[in-house]
Nanobody, 121 residues
Framework: QVQLVESGGGLVQPGGSLRLSCAASGSFLSINAMGWYRQAPGKERELVAHITSAGSTNYADSVKGRFTISRDNAENTVYLQMNSLKPEDTAVYYC???????????????WGQGTQVTVSS
């Protein structure tokens, strides 16, 4: 299976920046798509950004132009660069991935434990 571990969250002022990282480990042949979701207090978990194994990306309208998702396939790691942060970006951010398994199957979704991002003055 796949284990995902996020890092890089914290407290930042409005207009500031953070970079989240998520590294995949475990028993798998290769990681396929990866992405970031977030869940704010009292709200449902929502997709923030998504990146395919070939590097194609999608973003939620609310973060376009401010966030950038990228990946390092050699390290099985996905990043989320967050600029011009707003208070409404405050949430727990979760990494997700799908993977081709060594047993010949495909597993999804795998989830990280989440990392807190708080945007406040």
């Amino acid at each position: 299976q796949v284990q995902l571990v996020e890092s890089g969250g914290g407290l930042v002022q409005p207009g500031g920046s953070l970079r989240l990282s998520c590294a995949a480990s475990g028993s798998f042949l290769s990681i396929n798509a990866m992405g970031w979701y977030r869940q704010a207090p009292g709200k449902e978990r929502e997709l923030v950004a998504h990146i395919t194994s070939a590097g194609s990306t999608n973003y939620a309208d609310s973060v376009k132009g401010r966030f950038t998702i990228s990946r390092d396939n050699a390290e099985n790691t996905v990043y989320l660069q967050m600029n011009s942060l707003k208070p409404e970006d405050t949430a727990v951010y979760y990494c997700t991935a799908g993977a081709f398994l060594r047993g010949g199957g495909y597993g999804y979704p795998y989830w990280g434990q989440g990392t807190q991002v708080t945007v406040s003055s």
